[in-house]
């Protein structure tokens, strides 16, 4: 039997949903500014919401605009916390339903369901756009390039990055999502390392520091992590 999404528009703009909401997007948001702003006023901010939705009045906000580098130079574009409370809004109410049919998000599940279904490739990783093949089999990896290309460009409208596209073995390590992978242990990319330091020099704050530590948990990291605390106490010095 076909899957129907059953939740109706009432679902997802009711004043419960919209506050349940908020306690979701408030997490690790809480020192931000305009989070802040709209706290302070909250009732008040939820109900307007809730009112324009209601009554068909609500628009969108537009964007803020501002630059940051990690380590590269990017453009980041922000919508504002009242636009941003109702896309978590309508992603609490809709998301059991997608999370049962697709395989890591919404515009790339049909590659997804390519890979898996038609390619079949067994050992497939995709976190949003980066993703790796595994296989023995090196001319199989050969093979399934100008194939995924093809379907990426003709029925996504995306291309492969031409800088990023290699075939690597376990032995040389393979580097994703900031970490070389080998067959039974991984190392952090020097890259990554180093913008770590320079940021917790640059920065003291302690929920950066631990976020900084909790991701060096997943690794073999013992050296970057005494580099961590080094830096800690000589700046505390």
Known sequence: MKNILVNKFEDIIRVYNLLEAWQEFLRGKRNKSDVQEFQLHLMDNILSLHYDLNNNTYKHGGYQQFKINDPKPRTIH??????????????????????????????????????????????????????????????????????????LQNELKLTLHPDKVFIKTLFSGVDFLGWINFADHKVLRTKTKRRMIKSIKENLKLETINSYLGLLKHGNSCKIRKSVIKSICNNNL
């Open 78 to 151: 922000k919508a504002s916390v009242r636009d941003r409370l109702l896309y978590r809004a309508v992603y609490r109410i809709i998301y059991p339903f997608f999370d049962n049919k697709f395989i890591a998000n919404v515009y790339l599940n049909e590659f997804d369901q390519f890979v898996k279904h038609k390619l079949r490739i067994k050992y497939y990783i995709r976190y949003a756009d980066d993703f790796i093949f595994l296989s023995i089999d090196k001319n199989q990896l050969k093979s399934i390039i100008p194939i995924v290309d093809n379907f």
